[in-house]
């Protein structure tokens, strides 16, 4: 079955280099609307100037990398999703044509994202990045405007629910109204988020998993 939502979509310019971002994330890293918290250039700009102060809070490898233009995500972490988490959350369908992460176990998965994932979520402070079926969900969107939002939602429902985002491994209603659906109603009403609305997909069993983050 494919994803006949993102047909819906204007067309992702570039092909993400690695299966646990989409290409519509992958789209969005210089997109300032998206990126609240600057765009790439400028994020890489601060953590070179963060490096030039500070070179012992970073590694040899770390400068290298910042060296050659590319962002680690040191500051996210792979969290496996509860069972109780599992069983609530929508699924949206994957295409089969899009390439599925591999498995792995959590160190592993932390070590891809380290290593291997170039800075692109909205995420400004440390935060979690899912894990389902054995591997690493896939970042869907990042911010995503008033038209993306509905389309998705057109498709798989509202996203109220997708949320995870606390350290609980049951789902949580409470955090989810103070905290993400106020988010997702401002981009329903045109504005776009203020904060980091990350929204993951399982490409494996389709679930939704929703990411939240701010300063
Ligand atoms: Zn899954």
Redesign the pocket.
């Known amino acids: 079955m494919s994803e006949s939502w993102r047909r819906a979509l204007p067309q992702a310019p570039e092909s993400s280099p690695v299966a646990w971002i989409d290409d519509l994330a992958w789209a969005s890293r210089d997109d300032p609307d998206a990126r609240p918290f600057g765009t790439y250039e400028a994020v890489l700009a601060d953590w070179r100037a963060s490096a030039a102060d500070r070179p012992q809070d970073y590694t040899d490898a770390e400068r290298a990398r910042l060296d050659a233009g590319d962002l680690p995500m040191t500051d996210v972490y792979v969290a496996r999703v509860s069972e109780a988490q599992?069983a609530v959350m929508p699924r949206l369908p994957r295409d089969p044509s899009l390439p599925l992460p591999p498995v792995g176990t959590l160190a592993e998965h932390q070590r891809r994202l380290d290593a291997q994932t170039p800075e692109v979520t909205g995420l400004p402070n440390p935060g979690k990045w899912p894990m389902?079926?054995e591997?690493l969900c896939t970042l869907l969107l990042v911010n995503p405007g008033h038209f993306t939002l509905t389309v998705l939602e057109d498709c798989v429902g509202s996203l109220n629910g997708i949320f995870w985002w606390d350290f609980a491994d049951t789902p949580s209603p409470e955090v989810s109204a103070t905290c993400w659906i106020p988010e997702l109603d401002a981009v329903r009403e045109g504005a776009r988020s203020s904060e980091t609305v990350n929204v993951f997909h399982?490409r494996?069993?389709g679930?939704l998993y929703g990411g939240y983050g701010h300063t």
Do not use: A, E, I, T
Request: glycine residues 0%; proline residues 0%.
């Open positions: 599992r389902c079926c591997r399982c494996d069993c679930r």
